[in-house]
Structure formats: structure tokens, C-alpha cells
Nanobody, 115 residues
Framework: QVQLVESGGGLVQAGGSLRLSCVAS????????MNWYQQAPGKQRELVAS???????TYADSVKGRFTISRDNAKNTVYLQMNSLKPEDTAVYYC?????????WGKGTLVTVSS
């Protein structure tokens, strides 16, 4: 079945950086819109960044200028480079693949930013 597997989370001090990866299998990855979401403790899951099949990117206002989404279609992988991390970025980060009416979620990776 389709799998999305996130990695790269961990504990980092405020101001630090992390790079998250999400590897997809059993989908035509290059055709999919890929998204990163964050879900902070006690809050709803929120869209952080998206990258279209053509490479167009969009970001939530809260991460603009700090986070960068990218994709490597040869590796079926989407990345989220997170710089200048803040304690409020602490969350589980999920990737989501979307194509037409189909969508798939990964299980998430935890990012904890200490002050």
C-alpha cells in the first residue's frame, strides 16, 4: 500500500535548524502535490508548506522566510528545511500527498524546540 515515512525530527534549541524528509512509496510521486503540516499539542493540524508537481511553493505566514519546502522526484522525497526555529514550532510534523481526490498521510515526526 501507499506509504509516506517522515524522518528528521528531534530536539533542537531555539534558533537552530532541522531538515525533515518524507519518502513516498507506491505513488507516482512526481504528479502529487506535497504538503507539510504541523500539529502542536492540544491544537488542530495546520498546513505549513506546500509544493506542487511543478515546483510552486506556498507557506504559512508563521514560517515564511524560515522554512523551505523542496522535492526530489528521483528520490520520491519531499523536504522541509526549518531554520531559526522557535519554541512555538514544537509540534508533530506530517507530510501529506494529494492528487485529485486521493490523499495520503504519513505518521509524523516530532520536533521539539527548547527555549
Amino acid at each position: 500500500q501507499v506509504q509516506l515515512v517522515e524522518s528528521g525530527g528531534g530536539l533542537v534549541q531555539a534558533g537552530g535548524s532541522l531538515r525533515l524528509s518524507c519518502v513516498a512509496s507506491r505513488i507516482t510521486f512526481s504528479s502529487y502535490l506535497m504538503n507539510w503540516y504541523q500539529q502542536a499539542p492540544g491544537k488542530q493540524r495546520e498546513l505549513v508548506a506546500s509544493i506542487s508537481a511543478g515546483g510552486t511553493t506556498t507557506y504559512a505566514d508563521s514560517v515564511k522566510g524560515r522554512f523551505t519546502i523542496s522535492r526530489d522526484n528521483a528520490k520520491n522525497t519531499v523536504y522541509l528545511q526549518m531554520n531559526s526555529l522557535k519554541p512555538e514550532d514544537t509540534a508533530v510534523y506530517y507530510c501529506k500527498a494529494v492528487w485529485g481526490g486521493a490523499f495520503y498521510w504519513g505518521k509524523g515526526t516530532l520536533v521539539t524546540v527548547s527555549s
